[in-house]
């Protein structure tokens, strides 16, 4: 195994890729200490846009909308805090 191949060195791992179904505690277990998401998190966010204008183009409804987080939890995130 790589991990224990460069032990002590740290190992990143990069995640968010299609078909893995490894957890944190997956990756934890086998010794990685750094997990990186690339553009996982780009991608997702924009696969729920594309999702919703889908359903507004093809059946005129706005369900999308009901699994939306509101303002009040975004404006949280860009609170400043003393």
């Known amino acids: 195994m790589v991990v224990k191949a460069v032990a002590p060195r740290p190992v990143n791992v ?3 890729i299609p ?3 490894l957890t944190l505690e997956n990756l934890s277990e086998v010794g990685v200490k750094r997990v990186s998401l690339g553009s ?5 966010a924009y696969s ?3 999702r919703a204008v889908k359903e507004i183009q ?3 409804t706005f369900t999308f ?3 939306a987080e509101t ?3 975004l404006n949280k995130l860009f ?3 003393p």
């Open 65 to 67: 909308a009901h699994q």
């Open 19 to 21: 078909g893995s179904d």
């Open 14 to 16: 990069i995640m968010g």
């Open 40 to 44: 996982a998190l780009m991608r997702a």
């Open 71 to 73: 303002y009040v939890s």
């Open 58 to 60: 093809q059946k005129g």
């Open 48 to 50: 729920e846009l594309f």
């Open 79 to 81: 609170e400043d805090h």
